[in-house]
Structures are given as C-alpha cells and as structure tokens.
C-alpha cells in the first residue's frame, strides 16, 4: 500500500466508494493513486492526506482516489459516505435498483400482501456457515460478515494482539491502523510491504454490531468466486478477485480475521497459519521537539506495534490556489518497509540512516473549481524517506516529508523521548 499500492487494497475493502466499482477498468486507460490529497470543510482538514479512513463497516478505505488519464489530466474522488458526512446528507442504497440514494428519500408504501413482513434490515441475507459463528453474506460484488449476536456485544478495553509471525522474505511492517468509529478498540490492521509492489494487509475485528467486508462491483460474482481453504486446522474462506486475494476465517473466541494480498493462495494460507495473539509492551513515547513552522498534528494512531503521527501545514497567498503539505513519522520495534531503489546513506544523531530521495517530477495533487485550480498538495510521490534504526533501542525510525534533506535530517535528529 508504498507509496501507492497499500491504499488499492484497502480501496478494494470499500463497502460504499466512489470508483470502487470501476477502478480496474479506470486502470487499463490511465492512472490510479491513492490518498493524495486533505479533504477541507469551511477551513477545517476532515480527511488528510496519507490517511485511510474507516467506513461504515470498519473497513480501512482509500480516504481519496486521483485518476491521472491518459492525457495528463487529473481527477480527485471521495467515498460517497464522507462526502455524505461532511455534508450532513443521509445515504442509503437501494439493492433492487442498485441505486446510491443521497439526501432523504421519500417513503413509499409497500404492497398490501407484504404488510405483513418484517422490514428489511441489514444483513438479513446473510446465512449461517457450518463450524462458524460469523454469518456470510456474498452478494451484489460484496464480501460480507456479521455477527449474529450483536446485542451481546461488551466492550473492549486493548487492541487486539493477533498478528502474523511469519512473512514471506523481505516483507517489512509498513503501516498501522485502527477504527475510531463504533466500539473503541474493536479493529485493528496491518500492512507488510515488499519492494513497494508486493503487499500484506492482515486485519483482525473483533464481534461488534457492525458488519466486516468488501465490494468489488455489481458485475463481481463473489458468491462463483468463493473457494474453500484451511487455516490452523479450521475452515476458511478465500477469494481471488482481480490480482487480489482474500482470505478470510475465525478463531473460537469470535475473533474475525481478513488477509489481502497480491501474493498467491499457498504463500497467503502460510502467513494466516502463523498468526497468534503476541502481547507486546507499549512502546516508549516519543516526541518530535522541532517542526519547520506552520504545520500542526493532524492525526496519529498508537498500538503496541507502531505509532504513527502525521502533521499538515497550509499556507495561501492572495489570488493563488491553497497549499497544503503534509508529511509522517513513524516508530516501531520491528523493521519498516523502505522504497525500492538504492538509497543514499546520511548519518541522524550519529546513527547511519539511509535516504531515498523522491521522483524529481513527480507532481502535486490539485483541485479545480470551473477549470480554477483552488488548491494544491502533496502527493505520496513527491515525499522523500529517512529511515533509522537507534541501536540502543533497536526502535525504527521512519520519516516521509516533501522536505529537503537537510531539513528532514533535522527533524530526526530532534526526536526525543518523553
């Protein structure tokens, strides 16, 4: 998911995203890049850039899509549900017209003979799998799974500490994350990362009343696409859905486990079956003590893996479009993902680190309004990596910045812990 391929995954999580249903084909004529813009209501960041954000479901998502076509042009989308929540406009979707509906609709009468049945609720499809607990729904492109007994629900008062044990060589722990809608500590995600086109996302949900899953598009056939697989002596799910496989199965205790992978399905039934629960001690907390001036934290996630911060900064001059630039840092105790490339060797508080310098011509992302460019920002392309590892602590250090060298140098170097 590096620089652009953890998003795609996620994005093909998405329950309700806008081009979910067409990014292959938007792929064969152009180009298609992940999480490259902050999203802004009246002044104030609601989606940053280089973020995912968590949808109805508790799947990770793309927080936006840009598609580059083939001429050069650009164009920005947003899942429909955040647009729908930053605008305070209601969503639903219609399954026998396959319709999105926006605002409030009008409510209709049903007819004389069905007045009678219970009305329709989410997941009622949804059928029970011998041996399991989760209920299955696969239908209209999506990969569904509930928990049947919602009402039974407590809460939670860690994160889960299931994870992988084992990782075909060369993967490296590139990103961690969260929900922070629903029950509080109910979900939580990895992605692995190899040579910055090989992925990992392995997440673990716990029972809440919110359903787990995918789409993939109407057109998908999920149901034909389902085949069965064994993961630590238990049944399982998967699915290859374009050059995305799916892995999914459960544990006695309830907990719902999701693989997805461009890898195949012996290498994905390796990485499920060396999955367990590793308690971990929080890492220690540390602090950036000095930032180039104007940026503020927009957003930081805290397991016992990885802690990540990410931080923005705006600026506009009179009659020119809003500039926004953002970078993130991240620690953890186990080894992170760098870029492909050969990267340049740079010393950080005595330490030898290694720094990969970003593509030259990579451009930012834009917006438009009538053809008027009103903002500009950074896009994953354009951020520079300085990655470090203290040896007293064995904790990695991972700095991603549209900066110059020097400036990102000191940035690391003032990294402290409290």
Same mark, same amino acid.
């Given at each position: ?21 067409? $990014? ?6 152009? &180009? ?21 954000i ?7 998502v ?63 499809e ?22 049947? &007994? ?23 722990l ?28 392995f ?6 009343? &919110? ?10 056939d ?18 290859q =859905? ?60 805290v $397991? ?40 340049e ?10 720094y990969?310098?970003a ?14 460019? =009103? ?37 690391a ?6």
């Amino acid at each position: 998911m590096k620089k652009q391929i953890p998003s795609f995954f996620t994005g093909f999580a998405s329950a309700v995203l806008l081009l979910a249903l067409c $990014t292959t084909a938007l792929a064969a004529s152009g &180009k298609v890049s992940y999480n490259f813009v902050n999203v802004a209501l009246n002044a104030e960041t609601k989606i940053t850039a280089g973020q995912d954000i968590t949808a109805a479901n508790g799947q990770k998502v793309p927080g936006t899509i840009l598609f580059t076509d083939a001429a050069g042009g650009k164009t920005n989308y947003l899942p429909i549900r955040a647009v729908s929540e930053l605008l305070g406009v209601e969503i639903g979707y219609d399954s026998a017209t396959k319709t999105i509906l926006l605002g409030s609709q009008p409510k209709q009468e049903a007819p004389e003979e069905e007045s009678e049945q219970e009305p329709h609720e989410p997941g009622s499809e949804a059928v029970a799998v011998s041996g399991r607990q989760w209920l299955r729904e696969l239908k209209d492109g999506g990969i569904h799974y509930y928990w049947p &007994k919602a009402s039974e629900v407590s809460q939670y008062t860690d994160l889960p500490a299931f994870q992988p044990t084992w990782l075909p060589e060369g993967f490296a722990l590139s990103g961690v994350g969260v929900s922070p809608i629903g029950i509080p500590n109910s979900t939580v995600g990895w992605n692995y990362e190899k040579d910055g086109k090989y992925l990992v996302s392995f997440t673990c949900y716990r029972p809440t009343e &919110k359903p787990c899953g995918s789409g993939h598009g109407v057109e998908v056939d999920t149901a034909a696409l389902l085949r069965a697989a064994t993961v630590q002596g238990r049944s399982a799910d998967f699915y290859q =859905i374009h050059n995305v496989a799916n892995l999914v199965w459960e544990e006695s205790a309830g907990n719902l486990f999701w693989l997805e992978s461009n890898l195949d399905q012996a290498t994905l039934e390796k990485i499920a079956n060396s999955v367990k629960e590793v308690k971990e001690e929080a890492l220690p907390v540390y602090q950036m003590e000095w930032i180039p001036d104007g940026f503020r934290k927009s957003a930081s996630t805290v $397991t016992p893996q990885m802690v990540t911060e990410s931080w923005s900064r705006e600026t506009q001059t009179e009659g020119q479009p809003r500039n926004r630039t953002h970078f993130r840092w991240y620690y953890s105790r186990e080894p992170q993902a760098a870029p492909a490339g050969s990267p340049e060797t740079v010393t950080v508080k005595g330490v030898q680190a290694q720094y990969w310098a970003a593509d030259p011509n990579a451009e930012p992302s834009t917006a438009s309004v009538d053809g008027k460019v =009103i903002s500009i920002s950074t896009t994953e392309a354009q951020m520079n990596t300085l990655l470090w590892t203290d040896p007293q602590t064995n904790i990695t250090f991972r700095l991603l910045a549209p900066l110059d060298k020097d400036v990102m140098i000191r940035m690391a170097e003032s990294i402290t812990r409290k």
